[in-house]
Structure formats: C-alpha cells, structure tokens
C-alpha cells in the first residue's frame, strides 16, 4: 500500500523568507501523481501545485515549487518569499496513476505559520 | 480550479437523528466522488467511494448502514449520516473526480455537531 509521510509537524517562517516542506512516499508504482493541498483556517482544500512522476522537470506555480526525487521517493515543497496568507495546514498527496476510482493518499499535514 | 458546493456548511441536530448533506461539481462532470472526515488537526480520512450510478465503496471501519452515499448523477452526490451520534461530530468533505489524471477538487466541508 501507498503511504505519505510528512515528517515536520509543523514549521514556522519569518514573513518574506522561505521555507522547505518535506514528503516522502513509499509505492511501486511507477507512474503517480503527487500533490501539496493547502488548508488555510477555513478549512476549505485548495490544492497548491501537482507534479506528474513521468516528468522529470519540477513543477513550479509562481511563489512555489517542488523538488520531485523520483528514485529517493522524495517530494518536497519549497515556499518562496513567504506571506502571511500562507499559513495554513499543509499536505501532501499521492495518487496513482489512470481510473478515476483511485484515491488519494494524504500525509498527516505540516502547520505553517508565518511570523511578521 | 472546479467549482464545488456543500449544502449545508454547517449544521447541528440531536442525537438519534439523520443528517443529509450535499455535494455538487457546479462546472464539470465528476465520474467519481470521495467522501472524506476530518476530525480537528488531522488529516483527511476516506470515508467511501462511488461511482455514478453504482453503489459505493467503503473504507474499512466506515458503516454502510450509517453513513449512506447515493451518487445519482455526475454532478450531485449526498451524504446521509443516519441516527447521528455525537462521535459523528466532525467535518466532512466531498471530492469529486473526473478521473485519469485529474486533479481532485475539494467541497468547502460540512461541520457537523451531533448534540
């Protein structure tokens, strides 16, 4: 079975800094998906970036990006000139690849908070 | 990203009584829907899955008889949590799926308050 782990119960960073997210993920698959929801005070889960394993390039959205370590199962969140929006629960995510019935697999979350 | 509705957002009955709670992918077609619990800071717990038109499946530890799921059409699915009980208090959140690859988009949760 597929399992997340997120290591880092939580993290804090000076607003404006940056800041590194860590996963990791155990699978035999070989073709997946990989996700970082967001999950600010109202709980709503917005999903932050996603990576797909067959490329090799990292995924990059604006203020955030990852660094995908396909052979070490690694796949980290890095927060770039941090605001004060972003604190939240983060988690990340796993989905195998191909029918729609497959689910994700979440790690515990990672509570960010950013100090001003 | 989609766009998901959860009616209602937050609701509170007695014990002894059924909760039906809804979900819908307002701009797109979901062939699947994940309903998820939440319990406070934890992660998200699957509950069951169900396809469109087929009964659902569920997680082990989830009762059938309990927590009812009907997904009658690609863009609404419902959510019965029958004779609540106040450790059925928790948030609950629907997902629904295009499927393939698609990224999964989230409802906004319902906060459920069995007294």
């Known amino acids: 079975a597929q399992t997340v782990t997120q290591s880092q119960p939580e993290m804090s960073v000076q607003e404006a800094e940056t800041v590194t997210l860590s996963c990791t993920y155990d699978?035999?698959?070989?073709?997946?998906?990989l996700f970082w929801y967001k999950q600010p005070p109202s709980r709503q889960m917005i999903l932050v970036i996603r990576?797909?394993?067959?490329?090799?390039q990292n995924a990059t959205e604006n203020r955030f990006s990852v660094n995908f370590q396909k052979a070490a199962k690694s796949f980290s969140l890095k927060i770039s000139d941090s605001q004060l929006g972003d604190a939240a629960m983060y988690f990340c995510?796993?989905?195998?690849?191909?029918?729609?019935?497959?689910?994700?697999?979440f790690g515990k979350g990672t509570l960010l908070t950013v100090n001003p | 990203g989609a766009v998901v509705s959860q009616h209602p957002s937050r609701v509170i009955c007695k014990s002894g009584t059924s909760v039906k709670i809804e979900c819908r992918s307002l701009?797109?077609?979901?062939?699947?829907m994940f309903w998820y619990r939440q319990f406070p800071k934890q992660s998200l717990m699957l509950m069951a899955t169900?396809?469109?038109?087929?009964?659902?499946?569920?997680e082990q530890g989830v009762e059938k008889d309990k927590f009812l799921i009907n997904h009658a059409s690609l863009t609404l699915s419902t959510l019965t949590v029958t004779s609540a009980h106040p450790e059925d208090s928790s948030f609950y959140i629907c997902?629904?799926?295009?499927?393939?690859?698609?990224?999964?988009?989230f409802g906004p949760g319902t906060r459920l308050l069995v007294l």
């Open positions: 995510a796993y989905r195998r690849s191909g029918g729609s019935n497959y689910k994700l697999t």
């Open positions: 699978t035999s698959e070989s073709d997946y998906y």
């Open positions: 990576q797909e394993a067959y490329k090799q």
């Open positions: 701009d797109f077609q979901a062939t699947t």
């Open positions: 169900s396809n469109e038109g087929s009964k659902a499946t569920y």
């Open positions: 997902s629904p799926s295009k499927g393939g690859g698609e990224t999964q988009y």
